[in-house]
């Protein structure tokens, strides 16, 4: 059973920082993108940042310059790296994985359960 856990989570003042990590257990052979998404009360799971298996980055717009998504192949982790959080950055955050079984598997997209971002203004 293939699973991604989140931590990382917690309750910070705006302009403070985070750093949520994502590390995929079980068996597979290869994780390829990976990304951090986010959904906050009453809204729509909206994508924050993805990774790309060759380390390309691609951020909403309104985390740009201010949040940082990186991998470690070698743990299975992804991380996500927010400095200058505002009040508006408040939601539960997931991390999600387009993982292969095997080297001729398609790929599956596996998701985190989730861990809670607030930020107090």
């Known amino acids: 059973q293939v699973q991604l856990v989140e931590s990382g989570g917690g309750l910070v003042q705006a302009g403070g920082s985070l750093r949520l990590s994502c590390t995929a257990s079980?068996?597979?052979?290869?994780?390829?993108?990976m990304g951090w998404y986010r959904q906050a009360p009453g809204k729509q799971r909206e994508l924050v940042a993805r990774?790309?298996?060759?380390?390309?980055?691609t951020y909403q717009d309104s985390v740009k310059g201010r949040f940082t998504i990186s991998r470690d192949n070698a743990k299975n982790t992804v991380y996500l790296q927010m400095n200058s959080l505002k009040p508006e950055d408040t939601a539960v955050y997931y991390c999600?994985?387009?993982?292969?079984?095997?080297?001729?598997?398609?790929?599956?997209?596996?998701w985190g359960q989730g861990t809670q971002v607030t930020v107090s203004s």
């Open positions: 999600n994985g387009e993982m292969q079984t095997t080297s001729w598997a398609p790929n599956s997209v596996r």
């Open positions: 079980g068996s597979f052979f290869r994780i390829n993108d």
């Open positions: 990774i790309t298996s060759r380390d390309i980055t």
